[in-house]
C-alpha cells in the first residue's frame, strides 16, 4: 500500500537503513509497524540490517579463526578404543589410543530474545529481519541471504544462523566448540554494537 506521512510519538527506526527516527519527527508508515525515516538514507542503498549481519560474520570468522590458532596447538583428548566406563566396554579386550582431539565436537546457535517478560530486546532485529527477508511455509523459517531465522514451538524463541555457511560463528563445531563458541560472540557482539540487541550464544556437546 502507499505509505502515508506521519508525525511519531515514540522513538523508532527506519525499516531500510536503521537510523534512529526521534519522537516527534516526519516519517513515512506503511502498516504492520514499518517506519521508513525522510532524507536519512539514499534510495537503494539497502537494508541496514543486512550491512550489520554481513560485519559480523567477518567478525565471527575472525575470532573463529583466531581461537583455533591460539588453542588448538595440541591435543587435547586422547579418543580411547575399549575405555572403561564405555558402553560396551569388554575388560577381557585391549584399551587403546586411536586417535586425538584439540576440541570437542557441538552445536553452536545464536539466540533472539523476543519475550515480552524482558521488554523484548530482540524486537528490532527480528522486525528489520523479517521486512526484508522471504518466509518459508507457515512463517515459522525467514531467509535473508546467508542467513535464515527460525521459531521455535517448544518456547517461542527464535535462532539466527546460517545455511550454506556456518555464518554466525564463523565454522563448524565439528571438533572445534571452543571457536564456534568465540565465533559466535563474537558475532552477537558485532551486532549489539550496531544496534541490534537482545541475542546470545547457545551451545550443546554433540
Avoid at 508508515?29 to 538514507?41: A, D, N, T
Avoid at 545464536?110 to 521486512?131: C, T, Y
Avoid at 560463528?169 to 571452543?178: I, S, V
Wanted: aromatic share 10%; with cysteine.
Amino acid at each position: 500500500m502507499p505509505g502515508k506521512t506521519i508525525t511519531t510519538r515514540y522513538p523508532s527506526y527506519c525499516a531500510d537503513c536503521g537510523a534512529a527516527i526521534p519522537e516527534g519527527v516526519q516519517a513515512r508508515y506503511y502498516g504492520r509497524g514499518h517506519l521508513y525515516g525522510i532524507g536519512c538514507h539514499e534510495q537503494g542503498d539497502g537494508p541496514h540490517v543486512t550491512s550489520a549481519l554481513a560485519a559480523a560474520t567477518i567478525a565471527a570468522t575472525e575470532a573463529y579463526e583466531g581461537y583455533v590458532a591460539e588453542h588448538y596447538t595440541t591435543p587435547a583428548y586422547a579418543v580411547m578404543e575399549n575405555a572403561a566406563g564405555d558402553l560396551f566396554y569388554d575388560p577381557s579386550k585391549p584399551t587403546r589410543v586411536v586417535g586425538t582431539m584439540a576440541d570437542l565436537c557441538g552445536f553452536v546457535w545464536v539466540s533472539v530474545n523476543n519475550r515480552r517478560n524482558s521488554g523484548a530486546p530482540g524486537k528490532r532485529l527480528l522486525a528489520e529481519f523479517k521486512h526484508h527477508a522471504t518466509a518459508d511455509g507457515d512463517g515459522r523459517r525467514w531467509r535473508l541471504g546467508a542467513y535464515s531465522l527460525t521459531h521455535s514451538g517448544y518456547d517461542g524463541s527464535w535462532s539466527l544462523g546460517g545455511y550454506g555457511a556456518d555464518s554466525v560463528t564463523g565454522g563448524t563445531g565439528n571438533g572445534a566448540l571452543g571457536a564456534a563458541r568465540a565465533g559466535g560472540r563474537a558475532f552477537v557482539e558485532s551486532m549489539t554494537a550496531a544496534g541490534y540487541e537482545g541475542m546470545r550464544v547457545e551451545s550443546r556437546v554433540d
